[in-house]
T-cell receptor
Framework: AQTVTQSQPEMSVQEAETVTLSCTYDTSESDYYLFWYKQPPSRQMILVIRQEAYKQQNATENRFSVNFQKAAKSFSLKISDSQLGDAAMYFCAYRGPNTGNQFYFGTGTSLTVIP | DTGVSQDPRHKITKRGQNVTFRCDPISEHNRLYWYRQTLGQGPEFLTYFQNEAQLEKSRLLSDRFSAERPKGSFSTLEIQRTEQGDSAMYLC??????????????FGPGTRLTVL
Protein backbone atom coordinates (compact mmCIF):
# COMPACT_ATOMS: atom_id res chain seq x y z
CA ALA A 1 0.00 0.00 0.00
CA GLN A 2 1.05 3.56 -0.61
CA THR A 3 2.26 5.55 2.37
CA VAL A 4 1.85 9.23 3.03
CA THR A 5 4.02 10.95 5.62
CA GLN A 6 3.40 14.26 7.31
CA SER A 7 6.34 14.93 9.58
CA GLN A 8 4.93 18.01 11.29
CA PRO A 9 2.29 17.05 13.87
CA GLU A 10 1.78 20.71 14.79
CA MET A 11 2.52 24.03 13.18
CA SER A 12 1.71 27.60 14.09
CA VAL A 13 1.67 30.82 12.10
CA GLN A 14 1.00 34.44 12.83
CA GLU A 15 -2.08 35.86 11.24
CA ALA A 16 -1.30 37.33 7.78
CA GLU A 17 1.96 35.40 7.56
CA THR A 18 2.83 32.43 5.34
CA VAL A 19 3.20 28.83 6.43
CA THR A 20 4.24 25.67 4.60
CA LEU A 21 3.04 22.20 5.52
CA SER A 22 5.12 19.24 4.38
CA CYS A 23 4.05 15.95 2.87
CA THR A 24 5.97 13.11 1.30
CA TYR A 25 4.62 9.93 -0.21
CA ASP A 26 5.81 6.64 -1.53
CA THR A 27 4.53 5.10 -4.73
CA SER A 28 5.75 3.14 -7.71
CA GLU A 29 3.05 4.52 -9.97
CA SER A 30 3.63 7.31 -12.47
CA ASP A 31 0.06 8.55 -12.66
CA TYR A 32 -1.73 9.56 -9.48
CA TYR A 33 -3.42 12.42 -7.69
CA LEU A 34 -2.52 14.32 -4.55
CA PHE A 35 -4.80 16.29 -2.30
CA TRP A 36 -4.79 18.51 0.73
CA TYR A 37 -7.86 18.30 2.90
CA LYS A 38 -8.76 20.57 5.80
CA GLN A 39 -10.60 19.26 8.82
CA PRO A 40 -11.85 22.07 11.08
CA PRO A 41 -12.89 21.37 14.66
CA SER A 42 -16.39 20.49 13.40
CA ARG A 43 -14.64 17.46 11.81
CA GLN A 44 -16.02 17.65 8.26
CA MET A 45 -13.24 17.21 5.73
CA ILE A 46 -13.04 19.90 3.08
CA LEU A 47 -10.95 19.75 -0.06
CA VAL A 48 -8.39 22.54 -0.16
CA ILE A 49 -6.42 21.80 -3.31
CA ARG A 50 -5.46 18.94 -5.59
CA GLN A 51 -2.68 18.14 -8.02
CA GLU A 52 -2.55 15.72 -10.93
CA ALA A 53 0.85 14.05 -11.14
CA TYR A 54 1.02 14.43 -14.91
CA LYS A 55 0.80 18.20 -14.60
CA GLN A 56 4.09 19.96 -14.04
CA GLN A 57 2.49 23.23 -13.07
CA ASN A 58 1.83 23.60 -9.37
CA ALA A 59 -1.82 23.98 -8.42
CA THR A 60 -3.05 27.18 -6.80
CA GLU A 61 -6.36 28.10 -5.21
CA ASN A 62 -6.46 31.69 -3.99
CA ARG A 63 -4.20 31.82 -0.91
CA PHE A 64 -3.34 28.11 -1.15
CA SER A 65 -0.65 26.74 -3.40
CA VAL A 66 1.40 23.57 -3.61
CA ASN A 67 5.01 22.77 -4.35
CA PHE A 68 4.88 19.45 -6.17
CA GLN A 69 8.24 17.75 -6.63
CA LYS A 70 7.49 14.48 -8.41
CA ALA A 71 11.02 13.12 -8.41
CA ALA A 72 11.35 13.78 -4.69
CA LYS A 73 7.80 12.55 -4.04
CA SER A 74 7.10 15.71 -2.12
CA PHE A 75 3.87 17.70 -2.01
CA SER A 76 3.90 20.69 0.32
CA LEU A 77 1.07 23.14 0.95
CA LYS A 78 1.73 26.84 1.26
CA ILE A 79 -0.86 29.05 2.91
CA SER A 80 -0.34 32.76 2.30
CA ASP A 81 -1.87 35.61 4.29
CA SER A 82 -3.00 33.17 6.97
CA GLN A 83 -6.39 33.81 8.51
CA LEU A 84 -7.91 32.69 11.79
CA GLY A 85 -10.29 30.48 9.85
CA ASP A 86 -7.36 28.50 8.49
CA ALA A 87 -6.84 26.89 11.89
CA ALA A 88 -7.57 23.18 11.44
CA MET A 89 -6.06 19.77 10.88
CA TYR A 90 -4.60 19.44 7.41
CA PHE A 91 -4.32 16.05 5.79
CA CYS A 92 -2.30 15.18 2.75
CA ALA A 93 -3.83 12.39 0.68
CA TYR A 94 -2.75 10.21 -2.23
CA ARG A 95 -4.94 8.47 -4.76
CA GLY A 96 -3.58 6.18 -7.43
CA PRO A 97 -5.16 5.65 -10.85
CA ASN A 98 -6.29 2.09 -10.32
CA THR A 99 -7.02 1.66 -6.65
CA GLY A 100 -10.78 1.98 -6.64
CA ASN A 101 -10.42 5.64 -5.88
CA GLN A 102 -9.61 5.08 -2.22
CA PHE A 103 -7.47 7.69 -0.55
CA TYR A 104 -4.37 7.13 1.53
CA PHE A 105 -4.05 9.82 4.17
CA GLY A 106 -1.16 11.09 6.21
CA THR A 107 -1.43 11.53 9.96
CA GLY A 108 -2.19 15.22 9.67
CA THR A 109 -0.74 18.55 10.75
CA SER A 110 -2.56 20.67 13.29
CA LEU A 111 -2.29 24.31 12.28
CA THR A 112 -2.73 27.07 14.83
CA VAL A 113 -3.14 30.65 13.67
CA ILE A 114 -1.98 33.22 16.21
CA PRO A 115 -3.84 36.55 16.16
CA ASP B 1 -28.27 20.61 2.26
CA THR B 2 -26.95 18.62 -0.68
CA GLY B 3 -23.80 17.29 0.96
CA VAL B 4 -23.04 13.87 2.40
CA SER B 5 -25.00 13.23 5.57
CA GLN B 6 -24.40 10.71 8.32
CA ASP B 7 -26.57 9.52 11.16
CA PRO B 8 -26.17 9.46 14.07
CA ARG B 9 -23.46 12.04 14.70
CA HIS B 10 -22.58 10.49 18.03
CA LYS B 11 -23.10 7.02 19.43
CA ILE B 12 -22.18 5.72 22.86
CA THR B 13 -22.57 2.03 23.42
CA LYS B 14 -21.47 -0.68 25.81
CA ARG B 15 -18.94 -3.29 24.84
CA GLY B 16 -20.59 -6.25 23.17
CA GLN B 17 -23.53 -4.32 21.73
CA ASN B 18 -24.26 -3.97 18.02
CA VAL B 19 -24.37 -0.57 16.34
CA THR B 20 -25.44 0.59 12.90
CA PHE B 21 -24.54 3.81 11.14
CA ARG B 22 -26.13 5.33 8.07
CA CYS B 23 -24.64 7.39 5.27
CA ASP B 24 -26.56 9.28 2.60
CA PRO B 25 -24.24 10.28 -0.24
CA ILE B 26 -24.64 13.20 -2.55
CA SER B 27 -27.45 12.47 -4.95
CA GLU B 28 -26.33 10.61 -8.09
CA HIS B 29 -22.89 9.81 -6.69
CA ASN B 30 -22.20 6.27 -7.74
CA ARG B 31 -19.31 5.54 -5.40
CA LEU B 32 -19.52 5.50 -1.63
CA TYR B 33 -16.68 4.98 0.82
CA TRP B 34 -16.30 4.26 4.49
CA TYR B 35 -13.26 5.33 6.48
CA ARG B 36 -12.30 5.05 10.11
CA GLN B 37 -10.40 7.80 11.87
CA THR B 38 -8.89 7.35 15.32
CA LEU B 39 -7.60 10.20 17.45
CA GLY B 40 -4.43 11.71 16.06
CA GLN B 41 -4.56 9.72 12.85
CA GLY B 42 -5.72 10.28 9.33
CA PRO B 43 -8.72 8.44 7.94
CA GLU B 44 -8.14 4.79 7.04
CA PHE B 45 -10.03 3.14 4.23
CA LEU B 46 -12.54 0.44 5.20
CA THR B 47 -14.63 -0.34 2.12
CA TYR B 48 -16.28 1.12 -0.93
CA PHE B 49 -19.30 0.58 -3.15
CA GLN B 50 -19.99 1.30 -6.75
CA ASN B 51 -23.75 1.51 -6.89
CA GLU B 52 -24.92 -1.49 -4.82
CA ALA B 53 -21.80 -3.59 -5.38
CA GLN B 54 -19.17 -3.72 -2.64
CA LEU B 55 -15.97 -3.71 -4.68
CA GLU B 56 -13.21 -3.57 -2.12
CA LYS B 57 -12.74 -4.24 1.58
CA SER B 58 -9.76 -3.36 3.73
CA ARG B 59 -8.15 -5.85 6.06
CA LEU B 60 -9.27 -3.46 8.77
CA LEU B 61 -12.81 -4.62 8.13
CA SER B 62 -12.99 -7.62 10.42
CA ASP B 63 -15.83 -10.14 10.29
CA ARG B 64 -17.64 -8.11 12.96
CA PHE B 65 -18.08 -5.32 10.43
CA SER B 66 -20.57 -5.41 7.59
CA ALA B 67 -21.56 -2.74 5.13
CA GLU B 68 -24.44 -2.63 2.71
CA ARG B 69 -25.79 -0.37 0.02
CA PRO B 70 -28.89 -2.28 -1.06
CA LYS B 71 -30.37 0.14 -3.57
CA GLY B 72 -27.25 1.96 -4.58
CA SER B 73 -28.22 5.05 -2.63
CA PHE B 74 -27.69 5.19 1.15
CA SER B 75 -25.34 2.81 2.93
CA THR B 76 -25.20 1.26 6.38
CA LEU B 77 -22.20 0.14 8.37
CA GLU B 78 -22.88 -2.33 11.17
CA ILE B 79 -20.46 -3.33 13.89
CA GLN B 80 -21.37 -6.42 15.86
CA ARG B 81 -20.12 -7.22 19.36
CA THR B 82 -18.40 -3.86 19.68
CA GLU B 83 -15.01 -3.64 21.36
CA GLN B 84 -13.33 -0.65 22.97
CA GLY B 85 -10.89 -0.60 20.06
CA ASP B 86 -13.77 0.20 17.75
CA SER B 87 -14.06 3.66 19.30
CA ALA B 88 -13.35 6.07 16.46
CA MET B 89 -14.88 8.49 14.01
CA TYR B 90 -16.48 6.71 11.07
CA LEU B 91 -16.46 8.81 7.95
CA CYS B 92 -18.44 8.36 4.80
CA UNK B 93 -17.49 9.88 1.45
CA UNK B 94 -18.96 9.82 -2.02
CA UNK B 95 -17.83 10.60 -5.52
CA UNK B 96 -19.43 10.53 -8.94
CA UNK B 97 -18.21 8.04 -11.50
CA UNK B 98 -16.47 9.88 -14.30
CA UNK B 99 -16.28 13.56 -15.02
CA UNK B 100 -14.19 16.35 -13.57
CA UNK B 101 -15.10 15.52 -10.01
CA UNK B 102 -14.10 11.88 -10.41
CA UNK B 103 -10.92 12.38 -8.48
CA UNK B 104 -12.41 14.17 -5.49
CA UNK B 105 -14.17 12.63 -2.54
CA UNK B 106 -16.83 14.55 -0.65
CA PHE B 107 -16.92 13.71 3.02
CA GLY B 108 -19.73 13.64 5.52
CA PRO B 109 -19.44 14.95 9.09
CA GLY B 110 -18.81 11.50 10.51
CA THR B 111 -20.26 9.38 13.28
CA ARG B 112 -18.26 9.36 16.48
CA LEU B 113 -18.50 5.99 18.22
CA THR B 114 -17.55 5.55 21.85
CA VAL B 115 -17.51 2.04 23.23
CA LEU B 116 -17.55 1.89 27.03
Amino acid sequence: AQTVTQSQPEMSVQEAETVTLSCTYDTSESDYYLFWYKQPPSRQMILVIRQEAYKQQNATENRFSVNFQKAAKSFSLKISDSQLGDAAMYFCAYRGPNTGNQFYFGTGTSLTVIP
Amino acid sequence: DTGVSQDPRHKITKRGQNVTFRCDPISEHNRLYWYRQTLGQGPEFLTYFQNEAQLEKSRLLSDRFSAERPKGSFSTLEIQRTEQGDSAMYLCASTPLGGQAYNEQFFGPGTRLTVL
